[in-house]
């Protein structure tokens, strides 16, 4: 049965790189997004490679296992082609892509996922991401070593454990099948829309209920906003919705776009501003898979930033305490100062302090016992000196213990 539902694929450069090397698709029941990487040419190859070896796989097909098996030898044919090309053309060394994809399937979404493009679905008001990143700093969050926050800001975020390269034949793909249910949003994207677009935002724009080429073009605006740092591409099918589509128009975006063996000059970097400086970035790997030495380097890079962490927040404990110690004493020696006239069991007491405790600490010492019994004042006066008596100073608490005295019943 084909999709009933809307789409789109929109593509863009971002406001640091000078070329694209992201691609998309949004057809009747294929929707991919592909994050190339390897430089200028590199990057551009893969994901355009990618993309064109999935599109055939854009109609309906009986079964969702029929489907995942057409993914999974759809995304291995790509390695294969991969690793052909670079025979060809060896310049192309180290070149990759990720892919993300979707097949639906009758009321069922068959998903195929390497890299770090994300798949999400938002439902019933709540955005889920349902793929996981095969990033280094996602093994650390699950490791709990660091936070999914810290994640988002740790400078090896980008290096990748899983891609679809030029040196592996049998990629280990994730795939799997989920239930649709009509109302159901699917945002398929780069890591230039989920990485700088937080899950929050993405969710509320989501669930103000546009059509799907609104609902994208304002993430794309809300990834420009932020800088842009990378390519955005942005695929969003909708389950149903107020107009569906049974046959959507294929939409190719990005670098896939442009006719195969076309060879197209990246852009001229704009002219550098206040508010955006120039920066050469498209030259460099947006993302490259590690060598394992390397990886040691990074394990121990974070061992040590984690040792860096636990000193400060040592140092930070330590100096909140002792701030808080010199501001108690500070506030029991001001307590020292005060006194107040009191009942000691028979008799009326001075106390240095407060006619407090702080837990088990009292706060008030018995300054002077004055001698006069409780039972020798009057009832009204018994009643005061019971419930305490509040002076200005030791003087002024000396001069009411005397008035009390003429008041002593002989």
Known sequence: MVFEGSSVAISHTGKVRSNNQDSGYSGSNLFAVADGMGGHAGGDVASSLAIHRLKSLDHAFPSTDAAERALRDAITDTATELIDTVVVRPELAGMGTTVSAIVMVDDYAVIAHIGDSR??????????????????VQRLVDSGRITPEEARYHPRRSVLMRVLGDMDPDPEIDAFVMQTQPGDRWLICSDGLSGVVDDAHTSKTLGQGHAPGRTADLLLKQALDAGAPDNVTIVLVDVGGAHPVVSG????????????????PAARPGRASWLHPGRQAANEPTHFEPAAEFLEEVIEEDRRRARRRRIWWLVGLVVTLAALATALFGAY??????????????????????????????????????????????????YSVERTISVRSLADAQARVENLRPEVTP
Not at 119 to 136: E, M, S
Not at 249 to 264: C, D, M, R
């Open 119 to 136: 798949v999400y679905l938002y439902r019933d008001d709540a955005l889920t991401q349902i793929t996981t990143d095969h990033t280094f």
């Open 333 to 382: 020696q001001w307590t020292q100062t005060r006194y107040y006239i009191g009942a000691d069991d028979d008799s009326v007491v001075i106390y240095r302090g407060i006619p407090q405790d702080l837990g088990p600490i009292s706060l008030s010492s018995v300054y002077e016992d004055t001698g006069i019994l409780l039972a020798d004042l009057r009832a009204y006066q018994r």
């Open 249 to 264: 128009t294929p939409t190719i975006v990005g670098s896939a776009s442009n006719p195969l063996g076309v060879e197209v």
